[in-house]
């Protein structure tokens, strides 16, 4: 089973294929319509690639190929392909419509209009086409949160393989790290009915030995190059699930996890992805963030953190705060914050729990804050900054927590179809690694943690 789909090669293949793919361009789901969308960069049209079969937008005689002009006389404004603009445009406009249309409740009034352009130079025609949408609760109620939730965690149970975990489409890392999350994201909605579903992910995570898949030597890579992500992402997960109080093999398989991300910083307070410390020694600031979340988490189920090394690996974060307030990929000045959001979200989360250095917690949730239109970029893995930003603001603070959402209700809105299913949406940017963890398992995970810190269920949310 490790090497059944050659992890480090497909990676390596979809991060370079991401990485030079153009920034022109947007695809995403057309929510309650039932179909996809593309934007382009500096154009107003929303062009439909494709529709669902019986979906309300092919009912309603849309055809792929249609640019949607306006919805409701509300004319869009130009797509930008720059972080800092979120879903401004198309799909801001689009998405916060049919989320208020759908939740009115007599069908009458479930109606929208459409302005499409079909065709394109001199046979172009401009079109007035009603689309009757089906009764969905709107995001701005706890009626529609929770039914996104609901659909959401019924496909992650459905999803899941009997021996307990989920398999994503490349090696064992992949599935460690989906797995992590979809296990964290379940214990975040809070049903009995998972509970037996997650003793079997907890035992998966463990692995055969019960020391989390990893060698005797911790400095070997061990079974498929076990990322450094996975081990921090197993960590939450087993802490989360046993809530601070594993038993002995639990903890020792927390413990082992904690050692392994320990040792394999090398004396600069750096991280590779495994063992191997990349880019000529410069290393990966999100790895360090992991890290200190694992270690942060382990502290909660009585694992005691190693002092020394957390204080080198805070050493080099510190070195990387841009003066922004977010953290950048490596200590080295003038190297962005414009994909952040993991690595910020992940270290305030960690100095949260512990409760330490108040004043880089302060900047860091502020950075969170101020620049939330940027939180599904996060080089590569989108998803894991989606997830863990809405714990890290709602920490912080409510009404940050308020407008976080506010900020991303187009987003929720586009996820689910006419039917209720969950698509994943991409980051404006690289992309590669959501690629490998399965994106309808992990939009689900994005869904629930962005709308459950009220419930509170997961250390996570609570201050």
């Given at each position: 089973m490790f090497m059944r789909r050659g992890f480090t090669a497909i990676y390596l293949c979809l991060i370079a294929g991401m990485a030079c793919e153009s920034l022109a361009q947007e695809s995403f789901p057309l929510g309650i319509l039932g179909g996809r969308g593309e934007v382009t960069a500096g154009s107003p049209l929303l062009t439909v690639k494709s529709l669902m079969g019986n979906s309300p937008a092919e009912i309603a005689g849309l055809l792929p190929g249609d640019q949607i002009l306006a919805i409701d006389g509300i004319e869009f404004q130009p797509h930008s392909n720059r972080v800092d603009d979120g879903g401004s445009g198309p799909q801001r406009a689009l998405g916060e419509r049919?989320?208020?249309?759908?939740?009115?409740?007599?069908?009458?009034?479930?109606?929208?209009?459409?302005?499409?352009?079909?065709?394109?130079?001199?046979?172009?025609?401009?079109?007035?086409?009603?689309?009757?949408?089906?009764?969905?609760?709107?995001?701005?109620?706890?009626?529609?949160?929770?039914?996104?939730?609901?659909?959401?965690?019924?496909?992650?149970?459905?999803?899941?393989?009997?021996?307990?975990?989920?398999?994503?489409?490349?090696?064992?890392?992949?599935?460690?790290?989906?797995?992590?999350?979809?296990?964290?994201?379940l214990k975040a909605v809070g049903e009995p009915q998972d509970v037996e579903l997650m003793r079997r992910n907890v035992n998966w995570l463990m692995g055969p030995q019960q020391r989390c898949w990893l060698p005797e030597d911790l400095l070997e890579k061990g079974p498929d190059n076990l990322g450094n992500w996975a081990l921090a992402s197993g960590v939450v997960a087993l802490v989360e699930v046993t809530e601070g109080k594993p038993d002995r093999f639990q903890k020792a398989a927390i413990a082992v996890s904690c050692e392994a991300l320990c040792q394999r910083m090398t004396p600069q307070g750096r991280f590779g992805h495994d063992v191997v410390v990349g880019y000529s020694g410069k290393g990966f600031n999100?790895?360090?963030?992991?890290?200190?979340?694992?270690?942060?988490?382990?502290?909660?189920?009585?694992?005691?953190?190693?002092?020394?090394?957390?204080?080198?690996?805070?050493?080099?974060?510190?070195?990387?705060?841009?003066?922004?307030?977010?953290?950048?990929?490596?200590?080295?000045?003038?190297?962005?914050?414009?994909?952040?959001?993991?690595?910020?979200?992940?270290?305030?989360?960690?100095?949260?729990?512990?409760?330490?250095?108040?004043?880089?917690?302060?900047?860091?949730?502020?950075?969170?804050?101020?620049?939330?239109?940027?939180?599904?970029?996060?080089?590569?893995?989108?998803?894991?900054?989606?997830?863990?930003?809405?714990?890290?603001?709602?920490?912080?603070?409510?009404?940050?927590?308020?407008?976080?959402?506010?900020?991303?209700?187009?987003?929720?809105?586009?996820?689910?179809d006419h039917e209720g299913a969950v698509h994943y949406i991409g980051g404006k940017r690289n992309n590669g690694g959501d690629d490998y963890l399965g994106k309808d398992r992990i939009a689900c995970v994005i869904a629930i943690m962005l709308l459950s810190p009220e419930r509170e269920n997961l250390m996570l949310f609570q201050k």
């Open positions: 049919l989320d208020t249309v759908a939740g009115r409740a007599q069908k009458s009034e479930r109606v929208i209009a459409l302005k499409v352009q079909r065709g394109t130079g001199e046979s172009a025609e401009i079109l007035d086409i009603p689309c009757a949408l089906p009764l969905r609760q709107g995001l701005l109620t706890s009626a529609g949160r929770n039914e996104l939730i609901s659909r959401a965690a019924a496909h992650l149970r459905e999803t899941c393989q009997s021996a307990g975990f989920w398999n994503a489409p490349v090696g064992l890392t992949g599935d460690r790290v989906l797995t992590a999350w979809a296990t964290v994201a999100v790895i360090n963030t992991l890290s200190h979340l694992a270690w942060a988490m382990g502290a909660k189920a009585g694992v005691a953190i190693d002092q020394p090394v957390w204080d080198l690996s805070l050493q080099q974060i510190k070195q990387s705060i841009d003066p922004n307030g977010g953290v950048r990929y490596w200590t080295m000045a003038n190297t962005g914050t414009a994909d952040a959001s993991l690595r910020t979200s992940s270290m305030a989360l960690a100095l949260g729990l512990v409760g330490s250095e108040q004043a880089l917690l302060e900047t860091l949730s502020e950075y969170l804050d101020q620049h939330r239109a940027r939180t599904r970029e996060a080089h590569a893995v989108g998803s894991l900054g989606m997830l863990l930003a809405p714990a890290a603001i709602w920490r912080h603070d409510r009404e940050a927590y308020q407008r976080f959402m506010r900020e991303w209700r187009w987003y929720l809105s586009l996820m689910q």
